[in-house]
């Protein structure tokens, strides 16, 4: 399994922000009210972050030799996967709310300052969501293999 590169996150980002953008203009043009984000996402998304770099945390001191229980590598499998859906969706929410801000923002009348704050709270828990996502990835990575002479960081695989 490969890092995540920057190149899908900002892909998802960019489609996200279109999207959630033209759905609010959507929404607004048929006469609907807006989409808010409720406050229980941005502390759901961070409560989730925090949870997913704490189980990244003992593949790390497994890796380092500090950890004398040795790991499964089908649990270290799955935190590598979690790190890496978690980044990756994380892109996707911070695109989204990104375009939410941006339609609010860019109207002649802005709304409620209750509505820009929670729009502005999901992405930065959006954010937070990103980044914990690609330290437990980084954190889930072994070091190189000194026989293969390969620089590359390669994740705990099961075998």
């Not at 953008?21 to 807006?34: M, T």
């Not at 929670?118 to 996502?133: C, H």
Request: glycine share 8%; charged share 10%.
């Amino acid at each position: 399994m490969k890092r995540t590169t920057p190149v899908p996150l900002i892909v998802l980002g960019v489609v996200a922000a279109v999207a959630g953008f033209l759905i609010e203009l959507a929404l607004a043009g048929s006469g609907l009210a807006v989409f808010v984000p409720p406050l229980t996402l941005p502390i759901t998304l961070v409560a989730v972050s925090i949870i997913v770099v704490a189980f990244a945390v003992p593949i790390r001191r497994a890796v380092r030799g500090r950890n004398a229980r040795p790991i499964d590598p089908f649990q270290a499998m799955r935190i590598v996967v979690l790190a890496k859906a978690c980044s990756l969706s994380g892109a996707l929410l911070t695109g989204l709310g990104a375009g939410l801000l941006v339609y609010l923002l860019s109207r002649a009348v802005i709304p409620a300052g209750g509505t820009i704050w929670l729009t502005v709270s999901t992405t930065v828990g959006a954010i937070v969501l990103l980044i914990a996502g690609l330290v437990a990835e980084y954190l889930c990575t072994i070091p190189p293999d000194d026989k293969n002479g390969d620089p590359e960081n390669v994740h705990v695989e099961s075998s």
